[in-house]
């Protein structure tokens, strides 16, 4: 069975700063995907990034990129220039490498940008 | 288009009672995912369709939990007897199924389900 780990309930950085998220997990599958997503108060579910396990080179989308360490089985969130709109909750989360199955998060950290 | 769409917004209900939740998936996504989400909790998955067809109910947490499917489209959570531990936002997904890449999966903004 996998496993997503999130080891930082809580967390907060200051405006316009850089904030890195944990995430460990397990899994005996060699090909899988992993994802980052946000969860404002308003509860939409968005999905902020992907990674393909095959995929070597570390995924960026704008201000946010990933730290994928796949033999440590370590993927953690990097938020540069930080927003306030970035307050949220952010769920790691594995999904085996097939084009349609079941999500599984790990617990989620609660982030919180301070003006 | 629309997105994933789920009715009621709220739902309070009082224990022993049946509750109905709906999700409408983005059309023409064949996939959808029921979750649930518990206080302060990630996703807990619940069932997946493919289509109108159930190959993953293994998230089901009991016998008064059952989902259908039909045409295709709208799906339907029902939960008998309810209990507290209920309570919860049950959010729904859909996601293409093309190929064997990665199809993502889209939210709905959920049903928040108060048992009383």
Redesign the interface.
């Known amino acids: 069975a996998q496993t997503v780990t999130q080891s930082q309930p809580e967390m907060s950085v200051q405006e316009a700063e850089t904030v890195t998220l944990s995430c460990t997990y397990d899994t005996s599958e060699n090909n899988y995907y992993l994802f980052w997503y946000k969860q404002p108060p308003s509860r939409q579910m968005i999905l902020v990034i992907r990674q393909e396990a095959y995929k070597q080179q570390n995924a960026t989308e704008n201000r946010f990129s990933v730290n994928f360490q796949k033999a440590a089985k370590s993927f953690s969130l990097k938020i540069s220039d930080s927003q306030l709109g970035d307050t949220a909750m952010y769920f790691c989360a594995f999904m085996k490498g097939t084009s349609y199955d079941k999500v599984i998060f790990g617990p989620g950290t609660s982030l919180s940008v301070i003006p | 288009g629309a997105g994933v769409s789920q009715s009621p917004s709220n739902k309070v209900t009082e224990k022993g009672k049946d509750v109905e939740l709906r999700c409408d998936p983005i059309s023409g996504h064949t996939?959808l995912?029921w979750?649930r989400q518990s206080l302060g909790?990630?996703?807990?998955?619940l069932i997946?369709f493919?289509g109108n067809s159930a190959p993953?109910k293994s998230?089901l947490p009991s016998d008064r939990f059952s989902a259908e499917r039909t045409g295709g489209s709208v799906s339907t959570l029902t939960i008998q007897r309810t209990q507290q531990e209920d309570s919860a936002?049950y959010?729904c997904?859909s996601?293409l199924?093309?190929?064997?890449?990665?199809?993502?999966?889209f939210?709905g903004?959920?049903t928040?389900l108060t048992v009383l």
């Open positions: 996939a995912y979750y909790q990630g996703l807990e998955f997946y493919q993953d998230g936002v959010l997904a996601s199924v093309a190929g064997h890449s990665y199809n993502e999966q939210f903004p959920g928040r």
